[in-house]
């Protein structure tokens, strides 16, 4: 079904952040959301900056609330959903906390007539990322999106009870995602509780003998080596097979501790970037080196 197409300026306010001084910030406080807490889909308040109370109150009208919804200006010029400029991050945390410089709130201005979180699952698709990559000026390293790039896109907007329903839709689906992610994050401190009572503490092994080692005492007949030349695998070297088509391109950005977090850049063998030269195996376990 097709419905009547608006700009975004026609339904909502893009609001400037503030450009806050180092000097005024504090080892504890209220946070300030910069660019690089923008972690789609959410807002993170990971590694922030703090000012204290009084900065907070000079500067109300920066203040963050519950289901704001924010972009980068500024970020990479290349389609990577964690660090590419135009990534858009829903607020869903209900502390205080600011607008940095270089952050915008998305805020619509009349929510009987047009619904909020409609307005943050449309623009959080893969394509509206390409749309604002592509419409960005400056370099591939800082590139940047203007005001009126955001406020001159196209958005649907059907009746307002329409937009509720698909809102519905997807929050159930939203919900279901966190509680599945509630139930891995379980069971992964399970399997490192495990893990640590297996092969850091040896509690199984606890009656039995024990001997020196380079890391301290461990049970008789194990052994301590290097990674690269133990029993237990390789390091693997770089290069890569030609291949004909695209390929998924992982950077480091793409990953967030054991999460793929990003998997939208695509690459041909004749085209691709220069660090794109290391090939997965099965069962390969991958990390960061810079």
């Not at 409609?118 to 604002?132: A, D, H, R």
């Amino acid at each position: 079904m097709k419905y009547k197409k608006t700009t975004l300026g026609e339904i909502a306010k893009v609001k400037n952040g503030y450009a806050y001084k180092s000097k005024d910030f504090k080892s504890y406080g209220v946070p300030i959301v910069k660019i690089k807490n923008i972690s789609p889909p959410i807002v993170d308040l990971e590694d922030c900056n703090y000012v204290n109370d009084n900065m907070y109150e000079q500067t109300l009208d920066y203040a963050l609330s519950h289901g704001d919804i924010l972009i980068s200006m500024t970020g990479s010029g290349v389609n990577q959903m964690s660090s590419a400029v135009g990534k858009v991050g829903r607020v869903k945390f209900y502390k205080k906390a600011l607008q940095n410089q270089r952050v915008r709130k998305i805020e619509v201005i009349n929510k009987e007539e047009y619904n909020n979180d409609f307005l943050y699952y449309y623009m959080s698709q893969e394509n509206i990322l390409k749309y604002f990559v592509n419409n960005s000026t400056g370099s591939a390293n800082q590139a940047n999106i203007s005001k009126k790039t955001i406020e001159s896109m196209e958005v649907p907007n059907p009746p307002i009870k329409i937009q509720i329903k698909i809102v519905c839709i997807l929050n159930s689906f939203d919900k279901k995602i966190e509680v599945n992610k509630k139930i891995i994050e379980n069971l992964e401190a399970q399997a490192q509780a495990i893990f640590k009572s297996w092969f850091v503490d040896f509690e199984p092994f606890a009656d039995g003998d024990f001997v020196e080692s380079d890391l301290g005492l461990i049970p008789k007949g194990w052994e301590v080596g290097s990674l690269g030349k133990s029993k237990l695998g390789k390091i693997i070297a770089s290069g890569i097979e030609e291949f004909n088509n695209e390929k998924i391109y992982l950077a480091t950005a793409d990953v967030s501790a054991t999460q793929i977090i990003n998997t939208s850049t695509l690459i041909t063998f004749n085209n691709r970037p220069s660090r794109a030269n290391m090939q997965p195996r099965p069962k390969s376990v991958w990390f960061a080196n810079k």
